[in-house]
Nanobody, 125 residues
Framework: QVQLVESGGGLVQAGGSLRLSCAAS?????MGWFRQAPGKEREFVAA????????PYADSVKGRFTISRDGAKNTVYLQMNSLKPEDTAVYYC?????????????????????WGQGTQVTVSS
């Protein structure tokens, strides 16, 4: 059974940090983080191929968020520093099971095959 189990969300003050984790029950070609705030569409945050390489980030989180992975544990992390109130959202982990050509890293929702249940991140001002 395919599972993506997320953890690490919570309430933090502006300027604080949180680390999200997502453990997959299978080896994927790539994993990514997306977020969705109330009344807004789901947006890309960051992604990483399972064999390393490029790690694209949304402009809004560059320099503050870092995505990483532990291949042995099939787990991806999102370290979030200098959090801002506008980072408040439900954060979703996504996994790409299908093969990916060359060094491409998926960054749109339809390019991912499986999704986690979401974890709430709330940043207070």
């Amino acid at each position: 059974q395919v599972q993506l189990v997320e953890s690490g969300g919570g309430l933090v003050q502006a300027g604080g940090s949180l680390r999200l984790s997502c453990a997959a029950s299978f080896s994927s070609a790539a994993m990514g983080w997306f977020r969705q705030a109330p009344g807004k569409e789901r947006e890309f945050v960051a992604a990483i191929r399972w064999n390393g390489g490029n790690t694209p980030y949304a402009d809004s989180v560059k320099g503050r968020f870092t995505i990483s992975r532990d291949g042995a544990k099939n787990t991806v992390y999102l370290q979030m520093n200098s959090l801002k109130p506008e980072d408040t959202a439900v954060y979703y982990c996504a996994a790409r099971a299908r093969f990916i050509n060359s060094a491409y890293v998926p960054s749109v929702p339809y390019e991912y095959d499986y999704w986690g249940q979401g974890t709430q991140v709330t940043v207070s001002s």
